[in-house]
């Protein structure tokens, strides 16, 4: 199984960037996928998830409302839309996938991709 991130890079705040994660090895009607982020110095924290079945979508406070997570099935690829970009958005994005137990619990997840960095400049 292979996770694919892709589409971080450098952004001016308030600007919008949409990060893709493509998935390889994976059967497209697995559970759930979601995204990652860990900043300087700081843990990894939970972004969002999407259950892969029912569409159900899961946010972290701090980015509801800002960004969208989706999930295009017939190309086995989840997005994150991110809007309103903001400085402390800045971290590394990962992708990840198959979570046993917990949307927002990063050890749940049995899969994960080799990360995509966003950098939000003020």
């Known amino acids: 199984v292979q996770l694919q991130a892709s589409g971080g890079g450098l952004v001016e705040a308030g600007g919008s960037l949409i990060l893709s994660c493509a998935a390889s090895?994976?059967?497209?009607?697995?559970?759930?996928r979601g995204w990652f982020r860990r900043a300087p110095g700081k843990e990894r924290e939970f972004v969002a998830a999407?259950?892969?079945?029912?569409?159900?979508?899961y946010y972290a406070d701090s980015v509801k409302g800002r960004w969208t997570i989706s999930g295009d099935k017939a190309k086995n690829t989840v997005y994150l839309q991110m809007n309103s970009l903001k400085p402390e958005d800045t971290a590394i994005y990962y992708c990840?996938?198959?979570?046993?137990?917990?949307?927002?619990?990063?050890?749940?997840?049995?899969?994960w991709g080799q990360g995509t960095q966003v950098t939000v400049s003020s």
């Open positions: 990840a996938a198959e979570p046993q137990a917990g949307w927002a619990l990063a050890a749940s997840y049995s899969y």
């Open positions: 090895g994976l059967t497209s009607g697995s559970n759930a």
């Open positions: 999407i259950n892969w079945n029912g569409g159900t979508k």
